[in-house]
Nanobody, 121 residues
Framework: QVQLVESGGGLVQPGGSLRLSCVAS????????MGWYRQAPGKQRELVAI???????TYADSVKARFTVSRDNAKNTVYLQMNSLKPEDTALYYC???????????????WGQGTQVTVSS
C-alpha cells in the first residue's frame, strides 16, 4: 500500500537548478524521516540530504550550501531544491522515507525507484 513517487529529474547545464519531489502514498500511514540518496555509475550510494519531522536537516558536505531539503507534512511530500549544479552531481537520485503502517509498531525504510539527474553541457 505504500509507495514513493518521484519527479523532477532531467538534464540541466552546469550552474542550473532542479527541484525534485517525492510523494509518499498512504494517508493512514505514519511517516518519519524523509530524504534523498544518490548513486553515480561506479560509485556507492551516498546520502544527499535528510529531514526529520521537526525540520532538522543533515546534508552531505558535497552539497551543503547548494541543496536544500524541505517537506510538507500535510502533503506527505519531501523536496530537494538543487542549485549551482555541477557535473559531479550527475546520478540516479532515490527518495527514502521511514514509514509505519497502521497498527504496526515497526518502522520500515521505503525507497522510490529513482529519478535521473544529469548535469552536462
Amino acid at each position: 500500500q505504500v509507495q514513493l513517487v518521484e519527479s523532477g529529474g532531467g538534464l540541466v547545464q552546469p550552474g542550473g537548478s532542479l527541484r525534485l519531489s517525492c510523494v509518499a502514498s498512504g494517508s493512514a500511514a505514519s511517516i518519519n524521516t524523509m530524504g534523498w540518496y544518490r548513486q553515480a555509475p561506479g560509485k556507492q550510494r551516498e546520502l544527499v540530504a535528510i529531514i526529520n519531522t521537526s525540520g532538522g536537516t543533515t546534508y552531505a558536505d558535497s552539497v551543503k550550501a547548494r541543496f536544500t531539503v524541505s517537506r510538507d507534512n500535510a502533503k506527505n511530500t519531501v523536496y530537494l531544491q538543487m542549485n549551482s549544479l555541477k557535473p559531479e552531481d550527475t546520478a540516479l537520485y532515490y527518495c527514502n522515507a521511514y514509514i509505519r503502517l497502521p497498527l504496526s509498531p515497526i518502522w520500515k525504510a521505503y525507497w522510490g525507484q529513482g529519478t535521473q539527474v544529469t548535469v552536462s553541457s
